[in-house]
């Protein structure tokens, strides 16, 4: 009977080290991430930012005919 007690702690064991990590997954997926009303500076998922290039250095119609 010892190691049928045994076996069953060590899997109750591994569900609950298994549903915690699910909760903690599925809180860091739907939790609130965006920012408050009072935050100074909101968060964004992208900023995008256009690559400065000086006209005439080498693009297609520069380089056309």
């Given at each position: ?5 045994g ?12 549903g915690?990590g699910?909760?903690?997954?599925l ?15 909101p ?14 250095t080498g693009?297609v ?5």
């Amino acid at each position: 009977m010892g190691v049928h007690a045994g076996a069953v702690r060590e899997l109750l064991v591994v569900l609950v080290v298994a549903g915690v990590g699910l909760l903690l997954a599925l809180l860091a997926a739907f939790g609130p991430w965006h920012p408050g009303v009072g935050d100074r500076h909101p968060a964004v998922v992208v900023e995008l930012h256009s690559p400065v290039r000086p006209v005439g250095t080498g693009g297609v119609a520069d380089n056309a005919g």
